[in-house]
Nanobody
Framework: QVQLVESGGGLVQAGGSLRLSCVGSGRTLSSSIMGWFRQAPGKEREFVATISWSGGRIFYTNSVKGRFTISRDNAKNTVYLQMNSLKPEDTAIYYC??????????????????WGQGTQVTVSS
């Protein structure tokens, strides 16, 4: 059984930065695609970014390119999401995901086996 625990969310002003962390436990995640989704109030869950097991391949949704950076530390079973130049439209609950057999380009929530509980990010204008 895999467990994912996010941290690092909070309230920040527009233009500010936050760094989210997600620690996995229960089995090694070093061979898994890991990533982040988000869900804003009244909206569907949305793909944000994924990273390959080695960290050498990364994929972002267009709206966060150039502002967000995903990274991982397999020794710590941890994936990070550095979020810079935050905008009010980035306000959402952010979820960490893992998929041992998935693709970097799996954009649908249904393609991910494991989810964290979510961490709230609120960006004020």
């Amino acid at each position: 059984q895999v467990q994912l625990v996010e941290s690092g969310g909070g309230l920040v002003q527009a233009g500010g930065s936050l760094r989210l962390s997600c620690v996995g436990s229960g089995r090694t995640l070093s061979s898994s695609i890991m990533g982040w989704f988000r869900q804003a109030p009244g909206k569907e869950r949305e793909f944000v970014a994924t990273i390959s097991w080695s960290g050498g391949r990364i994929f972002y949704t267009n709206s966060v390119k150039g502002r967000f950076t995903i990274s991982r530390d397999n020794a710590k079973n941890t994936v990070y999401l550095q979020m810079n130049s935050l905008k009010p439209e980035d306000t959402a609950i952010y979820y960490c995901v893992a998929n041992p057999a998935g693709s970097l380009y799996s954009l649908s929530p249904s393609e991910y086996n494991y989810w964290g509980q979510g961490t709230q990010v609120t960006v004020s204008s």
